[in-house]
C-alpha cells in the first residue's frame, strides 16, 4: 500500500492493527519505505499514528537519509520539522547531507544546510564528490 501511495488503504490497515513500526529485510519499516518512495501525506499519516521518525536501519540510515538521497523535499520538510536529527550519520559516517551530495541533489544540499545540516560531520561531503574510479575530490583537479 505504501510504495503504491494507496493513503486510504494505509489508514485501513493502521486502523485494523498493523505495525507502524514493523521491520523488514535490511530493518526497513513502513515509514522509511513511505520517506524512500516521497509519499508525504502517508509518512504524516505514520508519524500521526506512532511511526518512530529515529528509528534506522541496519546500517544505521534514518528516515531523512532515504528522503534526501531520493530528492524528496516535502518529505525532507515534515522530518526536520518533526525534530528529526539532521546530522544523524550511519555506519560509514554519512549524514543524509552525503547521500544528497552523492546523488547530485543541488537544492536538496541547500534545503539540509539551511535547516542545519554541518558539512564537516562524518566523513566530508568532499569524499561524496569523488569519482567512482578515483580517491581525488574535485579539489584535487582545481
Request: glycine letters at 8%; aromatic letters at 4%.
Amino acid at each position: 500500500a505504501i510504495r503504491g501511495n494507496q493513503l486510504q488503504m494505509v489508514n485501513f490497515l493502521i486502523a485494523q492493527g498493523a505495525d507502524v513500526n514493523h521491520k523488514v529485510i535490511f530493518g526497513l519499516t513502513p515509514l522509511i519505505v513511505a520517506c524512500q518512495e516521497g509519499h508525504a501525506d502517508i509518512v504524516n499519516t505514520l508519524i500521526t499514528h506512532g511511526a518512530d521518525y529515529n528509528e534506522r536501519t541496519n546500517i544505521m540510515n534514518t528516515p531523512l537519509h532515504f528522503a534526501a538521497e531520493n530528492d524528496h523535499r516535502d518529505v525532507v520538510n515534515v522530518l526536520i520539522g518533526k525534530g528529526l536529527e539532521v546530522n544523524a550519520v550511519n555506519c560509514d559516517q554519512k549524514t543524509p547531507l552525503h547521500f544528497a551530495v552523492e546523488n547530485g541533489k543541488l537544492e536538496m544540499v541547500k534545503i539540509l544546510i539551511s535547516h542545519g545540516s554541518n558539512i564537516n560531520v562524518g566523513c566530508t561531503v568532499l569524499h561524496s564528490t569523488r569519482g567512482p574510479d578515483s580517491n581525488m575530490t574535485p579539489l584535487h583537479f582545481g
